[in-house]
């Protein structure tokens, strides 16, 4: 089993910024990858960035390119996701989610094993 905990959510002004951290506990040694998603009200919880857990390839959302970065530090088993240039748009409940499959980078909800609880960010215009 792997524990995964958000934190780093909160209220910021458009254009403004915050990180979000996923520190991940357990049996970590089996993660390949990790990813965060984001769920707005209503809508389906879509792909925001991903991260191989050893490499540390990344790939983004084509919403996010440019004003999100993904990295992680491997020594202390957590991620990370810099938001800067934030957005109204941008406004969901976030959720950090780890994959034990041999295949990393997954844009699908479905190719990872384990998710943290979410932690919410808003973007006020």
């Known amino acids: 089993q792997v524990q995964l905990v958000e934190s780093g959510g909160g209220l910021v002004q458009a254009g403004g910024s915050l990180r979000l951290s996923c520190r991940a506990s357990?049996?970590?040694?089996?993660?390949?990858?990790m990813a965060w998603f984001r769920q707005a009200p209503g809508k389906e919880r879509e792909f925001v960035a991903a991260?191989?857990?050893?490499?540390?390839?990344?790939n983004y959302a084509d919403s996010v390119k440019g004003r999100f970065t993904i990295s992680r530090d491997y020594a202390k088993n957590t991620m990370y996701l810099e938001m800067n240039s934030l957005k109204p748009e941008d406004t969901a409940v976030y959720y950090c989610?780890?994959?034990?499959?041999?295949?990393?980078?997954?844009?699908?909800?479905?190719?990872?094993?384990?998710w943290g609880q979410g932690t919410q960010v808003t973007v006020s215009s």
């Open positions: 991260i191989s857990w050893i490499g540390g390839n990344t």
């Open positions: 989610a780890a994959s034990t499959g041999t295949v990393v980078g997954g844009v699908t909800a479905r190719e990872y094993d384990y």
């Open positions: 357990g049996r970590t040694f089996s993660i390949y990858g």
